[in-house]
């Protein structure tokens, strides 16, 4: 007889403990054990959590190398069945070998589940009969399990699930993340109620008064905007480093829709415009995807949405001025261009107007297309194509974590029929989908890409352009993990194209995330090492650091209404000298809109305590050396770009700490 010693560990997870039998089956390439029970002196403690518990399988001869393990549990009698959650089983052999089986899934039924050795195996290294079953078997059941669902036509598809309580209990919040999450929502609402502000459709006698909407709940950068919202500096700034810094570009040349002359404008120094832009001194925002959409209709008012251009100056002190609005596409007489000499309230209402406009395209397309949806794709095409075993499903899993709850949450409580976005945002209901469609028709691979999104806008030298400077080291440092560990796996291009299972993750999401819409430049199928790391290190970038940038400082930018008007109720002014501090407080929207906008983005801005920063890696799927050697480098880069980051922040007036890899989340969690 020879005897393995197995050692199994529990996870921390709350109700992750298990009284149920717990039965284990080892499979080798020279055979396999008797089903046996885990039995110790310990009894039912061994799986408590957090236990790392040993025990001993005998068989009559060495079962040669481990491929698989078999797992259930029976409950014992009058006990009910529960749920158990263990992280992983190390199994050490008569010859001294250590195999490791990497778990990190809930089993709560009584069915036998199998697990392979963690050595990473791409499709083809699978030479064994019994990994060639089980990585069928695997992919089979999570075919069944991830299904392709069309949320609305023209959209990126989703994961079909009815409710989150449907979702596998493998990819649902934690417990902590799940009461955490509720209770956030359910005191701000209490909050609201109790100053009788969730409720009341009346307008705003004074700016100063809405402070008392969450006069407890703020930040130092929100306290900031509250005190500077309505300056230009500040007002150019956000285009750099607040929550839409993908929008601005460099403008060479006027569109032919802004007639912006040289006498509208006062450029510092006294070029001209031309001169100005040929020294690449202005740029340009953009608002076309909002044209002619149909506003919302909130509290029986009609909303007013524009889509404006901006005319933005680099002045010589390195300031990025606002120098011209024109907040409809078509040039004419009722659409007046307006300008900073222009009196104090109606150059302040143009720029609210543009203020509410950038609310609804970076929430829309920057915010959740370009990152939620996107990382949804990325995260079903993966469960549903590519198994445990494999390098790829290792080095992305991390990334994937709690998005298909939160993305199932988004759609039935901010953007249904009865979501709060749906109620009270002027891009709510029938503008949301126009919006969404547009935008996902015109995104492209390179925009997801920040060194070619930012070459292709002409940002490479704007200075106090911290987004781009802390994103582009943010992507080296990923893409130089991402090139060591899929170099590591694939020697040559020949290698990537016969990975059948790769070449089936990225045709998924070129069908199901981007519609098979070739003018996007989404790979179809990966030809080289190079195309495979470049595309894996987007979708690490775009559910890590990208969706920090733009989901971390909604509250910061967003926590004064003013500043991000998620709707406005009267239509801007057709000609100039007719705005006044009454109508811009008509115009903003009403304190119950207000009210519901400024808690939603507390709550979408709240870390949870179970957060997990980029590159800690809780779950341990690699076990080879190189692997592991390399995600420590990547950890060690981390904590360098964290230190250089918080030292740059500590002479800033307003930090930009988005990207720090110390407060970035592994996945689009929240």
């Not at 971390?552 to 008007?565: A, L």
């Not at 030292?647 to 110390?662: C, F, G, H, Q």
Request: negative net charge; charged residues 20%; contains cysteine.
């Amino acid at each position: 007889m020879v005897k393995y010693e197995v050692t199994v560990t529990t996870g921390h997870r709350g109700q992750a403990v298990t009284t149920n039998n717990v039965f284990i089956k080892l499979v080798g390439s020279d055979g396999e054990s008797n089903r046996t029970k885990l039995t110790s002196l310990t009894g039912t403690i061994s799986f408590c959590l957090g236990a790392e518990s040993t025990f001993s399988v005998t068989c009559p001869t060495s079962l040669g190398k481990l491929v698989l393990i078999e797992i259930d549990k029976k409950p014992l009698p009058l006990f009910p069945e529960d749920a158990w959650f263990p992280c992983k089983v190390t199994v050490k052999s008569p010859e001294g070998d250590i195999y490791n089986f990497p778990i990190y899934r809930w089993i709560a039924n009584s069915e036998v589940h199998l697990f392979r050795e963690a050595t990473a195996l791409r499709v083809f290294d699978d030479n064994l009969h019994l990994g060639k079953y089980s990585r069928e078997m695997e992919l089979k059941l999570r075919e069944q399990l991830y299904c392709w669902h069309v949320y609305k036509e023209g959209l990126p598809h989703c994961m079909k699930t009815d409710s989150t309580h449907q979702l596998p209990c493998e990819v649902r919040f934690s417990f902590t993340k799940y009461t955490e999450f509720a209770f956030t929502a359910a005191a701000g609402i209490a909050e609201l109620q109790l100053k009788g502000l969730s409720d009341c459709e009346q307008n705003w006698t004074e700016v100063d008064a809405i402070h008392k909407v969450f006069c407890n709940k703020t930040t130092d950068i929100s306290d900031y905007v509250q005190q500077h919202w309505w300056e230009d500096a500040f007002f150019g700034y956000q285009y750099l480093n607040g929550v839409n810094p993908v929008l601005i570009r460099r403008c060479t040349a006027l569109p032919e829709n802004f007639p912006v002359t040289d006498d509208m404008v006062f450029l510092h120094g006294g070029s001209s415009l031309t001169e100005e832009m040929q020294k690449g001194n202005i740029f340009l925002c953009d608002y076309k995807r909002l044209d002619g959409v149909k506003p919302n209709v909130i509290n029986g008012k009609k909303q007013y949405l524009m889509a404006p251009l901006v005319l933005f100056h680099k002045t010589s002190d390195d300031k990025m001025m606002p120098i011209a609005i024109q907040l409809k596409q078509t040039p004419a007489d009722d659409n007046p261009i307006f300008l900073p000499t222009d009196s104090e309230y109606d150059w302040l209402m143009a720029k609210i107007f543009v203020r509410s406009a950038d609310f609804s395209e970076h929430q829309l397309n920057v915010h959740l297309l370009r990152t939620h949806l996107l990382a949804e794709v990325f995260a079903v095409s993966l469960l549903r194509n590519v198994p445990m075993v494999h390098p790829l499903y290792k080095l992305l899993i991390p990334h994937t974590r709690y998005t298909l709850q939160i993305n199932y949450m988004a759609r039935n409580l901010l953007i249904s029929e009865t979501g709060i976005f749906t109620k009270f945002a002027a891009s709510g209901g029938e503008a949301l989908n126009t919006i969404l469609k547009r935008s996902l028709s015109s995104l492209t691979y390179s925009s997801l890409c920040i060194r070619d999104d930012i070459a292709e806008r002409g940002m490479e030298d704007v200075p106090n352009f911290y987004y781009r400077d802390d994103g582009v080291m943010l992507w080296d440092i990923i893409h130089r993990l991402v090139k060591g560990v899929l170099g590591h796996y694939y020697k040559s291009d020949a290698e990537v194209c016969q990975d059948s299972e790769v070449q089936k993750w990225i045709q998924d999401i070129f069908e199901h995330g981007f519609l098979s819409q070739e003018c996007t430049g989404i790979p179809q199928r990966f030809c080289t090492t190079e195309e495979l790391v470049k595309f894996v290190t987007m979708v690490i970038f775009t559910c890590s650091g990208q969706h920090s940038a733009v989901n971390s400082g909604q509250f910061d930018y967003g926590g004064w209404m003013p500043n991000t008007p998620i709707s406005l109720q009267h239509p801007p002014p057709t000609k100039k000298g007719t705005a006044s501090k009454a109508t811009m407080l008509q115009t903003l929207p009403d304190v119950n809109t207000t009210a519901q906008g400024m808690a939603a983005m507390w709550l979408l801005s709240k870390q949870s305590s179970d957060f997990v920063p980029l590159g800690h890696y809780p779950e341990e799927h690699f076990t080879e050396e190189v692997p592991c050697k390399l995600i420590k480098d990547f950890q060690g880069e981390l904590d360098i770009l964290s230190v250089v980051l918080k030292t740059r922040n500590k002479r800033l007036e307003v930090p930009y700490t988005y990207m720090d890899p110390a407060l970035v989340e592994n996945s689009v969690a929240i």
